[in-house]
């Protein structure tokens, strides 16, 4: 990737970079149209991702900035740190601290251990850690889904104690082993093939990871080590007993159609199910504030916590 642009934002021809069919479902949702400019005006599109060694990241990291990098040097609440890695290179590392007027005096960072903290201060923050819902987006929608058929396993424990799963929250999550194919039409997915080429979540950097986390002189030995239906959960046996779930996903993302069948399949074992598909937007939209799906997609989640847990 080339280094940012240092003037004014130049002009762009979005559809020198995005395919027709793709653009036109953005062109639904202006705030994506904006950003696809931003970030093709900012930098030349990212090559194909291909292996870097960490002494060309080292020597020319400019080159790999992200689009939407901001030098907060000299910022309030930032400190520079340096990590000594096993080889003796000098990482810099930036620490940014919450403001204390919005979000107290800490200490940071409490997220490493929410779920401890929660529970012990159950009072303090007004909570019941015997109602519990789980949930992810992508990676941790997928944790999720594993997480909500073992819940089933260990159901009559859960229900003796009084604690049964109220919702499970999955969003763009993958429930096949995608990471394993060769290449994008080994799909059985419509949505895979018509959005590859998305640039938000493009199959060629996707197929580039699963190289690395999923290489195929390793995939024996992988799938020796977990069962099968944890790399592809559309493949579960046991559908039955598993708690109500909020599917929610994105028009244009290669993954929505292999999640929205993961709900069919419960619907099918007898889970409550409930879809909701965000149009405009790609993979990730959630992440982006400035959208109005991403604020929505907030205030579903609040108002589905608080049916499935009694509030409202």
Not at 236 to 261: H, K, P, Q, S, V
């Amino acid at each position: 990737m080339a280094p940012n642009s240092t003037g004014p934002p130049k002009e762009v021809d979005l559809s020198e970079f995005v395919d027709p069919h793709i653009l036109a479902k953005y062109e639904r949702e202006s705030g994506m149209i904006g950003f696809l400019e931003h970030m093709f005006s900012q930098d030349v599109p990212p090559p194909v991702p291909r292996d870097v060694s960490i002494e060309t990241i080292r020597e020319q990291h400019q080159l790999f900035r992200l689009p939407n990098w901001l030098d907060t040097t000299g910022w309030e609440r930032v400190i520079d740190h340096e990590i000594i890695s096993e080889d003796g290179a000098k990482i810099p590392a930036r620490i940014y601290y919450p403001d204390p007027m919005k979000y107290g005096d800490g200490p940071y960072p409490v997220h490493l251990n929410y779920h401890g903290t929660a529970k012990a201060s159950a009072t303090k923050l007004n909570v019941n850690p015997d109602s519990m819902s789980i949930g992810g987006i992508s990676a941790g929608g997928a944790i999720s889904v594993v997480l909500q058929h073992l819940a089933r396993v260990l159901q009559h424990l859960a229900r003796n104690a009084g604690i049964p799963l109220k919702l499970c929250l999955l969003a763009v999550t993958p429930t096949t082993e995608g990471l394993a194919y060769s290449d994008y039409t080994d799909s059985p997915f419509q949505s895979f093939h018509e959005f590859n080429k998305d640039p938000i979540l493009p199959w060629a950097q996707t197929k580039y990871f699963g190289s690395h986390c999923m290489p195929k002189d390793k995939l024996p030995e992988l799938k020796a080590m977990w069962p099968d239906w944890w790399f592809s959960p559309l493949r579960a046996t046991n559908w039955d007993g598993l708690c109500d779930t909020f599917i929610r996903t994105a028009e244009i993302d290669m993954l929505r159609d292999e999640c929205e069948a993961y709900g069919v399949k419960l619907i099918a074992g007898g889970t409550k199910v409930t879809f909701k598909r965000y149009i405009g937007v790609p993979h990730l939209f959630m992440y982006f504030p400035f959208l109005q799906p991403a604020k929505q997609f907030d205030l579903d989640a609040i108002e589905a916590l608080k049916r499935a847990h009694g509030l409202i």
